[in-house]
């Protein structure tokens, strides 16, 4: 019988082949994990069959860890891994990369690292070596720590001495983004998390779509849904946080990637293109940009209108002046006032709501359309995680054209998928889920539209997909 973890092997090693000749075509070193990232270091993620050598072998590689070890040692390490999302939180706080950067290759004593955070060396140890064993930091002598290639993608692009006395603007400069990110999911997102259990049995919130009986309410105490519980004075630090760790999202999805898929061009000379829930424009900036022959609207709750208009008005100031681009506060569950849309399009709104809600406010949108308008739902459409022979039984999820079907080279069983984790943070935040595209066509069909068409990059929800529907 051939055996399974040989030919998992094989597939890394086949899939390796890829990755080195990418790098030799290139000329350039394949990225080692102990030396600090420089930019460009790296394999080419913007090159499709390098971005699927590479998923390939972490799938393979983590199947090979998961079939050799005993199944009481899988779940444990798996369980465990809140541990890692608390260690990470602490490193940012204490500025620990910061640190670290400014020590260089070297490295720094744990109790001079713990005397400059004020922490308990024995207590920071404990955590730093937690995070060594999972590539974040390496312990260079014994009680010397350095970065290395995951850690120093944590600095915030400050001196240490400033982010210490000056926390309030330690998430000033745009490379601390990922910092803002990781912080945010080792307290907002950790803490929800904790909530998932008593949330999905307690009855007063089991069956509940609503935001405000979400799991993060309970972990924080409040009866408002978390966004408006994030508008009160002491939150203010989190929703800087939380605005400025979205930006690392870019270095995932870049927004070239994001417009790719329906052809925009095709539509005529100013058709009116209105971004639902379009938060502070970022969509609509790239697509003025790129196509300025289209008139973008960008609706969104007052504030957040406000807070667009202002970067705007620095980041694109010929759009508004152009009228090409424009704001305008809306609220989406009411009836849209646009009624000659060409487009609405939805940029990661969908996955905020529950399906009774999302319904509510596609429906509103259906209301205001014409025969000719188009609805564009960006959002990540997550596989099944089942064979994908299966799927041939619930067609859906094939027959839309367009979509691709999540095959995986034997014996992977399934790729990792990291819309499923971002599903459960949704779902702890407000009631939000990732959909699989059986579940986007079935919203759809019950608030009036007809899934026509998918652009996807890829069929595991890595990438944001773009989802066409039509009025019927
Ligand atoms: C996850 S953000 C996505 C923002 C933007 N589309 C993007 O991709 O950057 C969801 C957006 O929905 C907006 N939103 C929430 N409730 C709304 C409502 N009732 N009416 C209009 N916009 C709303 C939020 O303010 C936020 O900007």
């Not at 001495?161 to 983004?177: D, G, N, R, T, W």
């Not at 989406?332 to 060409?342: E, H, L, M, R, W």
């Amino acid at each position: 019988m051939k055996s399974s973890i040989r030919a998992l092997a094989q597939l890394i090693l086949e899939n390796i082949d890829i990755l080195e000749a990418d790098c030799a075509q290139r000329h350039a070193d394949e990225p080692s994990l102990q030396e600090p990232f420089k930019p460009g270091s790296g394999f080419a993620t913007d090159r499709p069959e390098v971005r699927k050598a590479s998923s390939i072998i972490a799938a393979a590689a983590q199947q090979l860890a998961q079939a050799v070890r005993a199944p009481e040692v899988n779940l444990m390490t798996t369980a465990y891994a809140h541990t890692f999302a608390a260690g990470i939180r602490v490193a940012v706080e204490f500025h620990i990369a910061d640190i670290l950067q400014e020590a260089g290759p070297e490295g720094l004593h744990l109790k001079d690292i713990a005397s400059t955070c004020n922490a308990d060396p024995v207590k920071l140890g404990q955590v730093l070596r937690l995070l060594v064993s999972t590539w974040i930091f390496k312990e260079v002598k014994p009680d010397v720590f350095a970065n290395n290639r995951n850690s120093s993608v944590m600095v915030k692009g400050l001196p240490a001495a400033q982010l210490f006395s000056s926390p309030e603007i330690k998430y000033s400069q745009p490379e601390s983004a990922m910092a803002a990110l990781l912080a945010c999911i080792g307290d907002e997102c950790l803490k929800g998390a904790s909530c998932m259990y008593e949330t999905l049995s307690d009855p007063s919130t089991a069956f509940s779509g609503e935001g405000k009986d979400a799991a993060l309410c309970r972990a924080f105490g409040t009866k408002k849904p978390i966004w408006e519980f994030f508008d009160e004075p002491e939150q203010r630090d989190r929703v800087h946080r939380f605005g400025i760790g979205m930006k690392a999202a870019a270095t995932f999805q870049p927004m070239e990637l994001t417009i790719q898929g329906f052809d925009w061009g095709s539509l005529k000379k100013d058709s009116v293109v209105v971004d639902v829930g379009g938060g502070i424009g970022t969509l609509s900036v790239a697509l003025a940009k790129k196509f300025p022959h289209l008139k973008l609207v960008v609706q969104d709750r007052g504030p957040v209108v406000e807070d667009g208009l202002e970067r705007t008005s620095i980041d694109f100031p010929e759009g508004l002046e152009s009228g090409r681009l424009s704001f305008q506060e809306h609220d989406f569950f009411k009836t849209n006032p646009i009624k000659n849309a060409d487009v609405f399009m939805a940029k990661y709104v969908m996955h905020d709501w529950s399906d009774q809600i999302s319904v509510e406010i596609l429906k509103h949108l259906r209301e205001a359309a014409t025969p000719n308008t188009k609805l564009i739902l960006l959002d990540k459409i997550i596989p099944h995680m089942c064979p994908s022979s299966e799927l041939e039984e619930s067609a859906i999820d094939i027959s839309v054209p367009g979509s691709l079907k999540p095959d995986v080279p034997e014996p992977i069983i399934h790729m990792s998928g990291n819309g499923h984790m971002s599903s459960m943070v949704v779902m702890a935040f407000c009631n939000g889920q990732e959909r699989t595209l059986s579940s986007f066509v079935k919203v759809c069909a019950d608030a009036g539209w007809k899934v026509s068409e998918v652009f996807m990059h890829d069929a595991f929800g890595h990438y944001i997909s773009q989802i066409l529907a039509i009025p019927v």
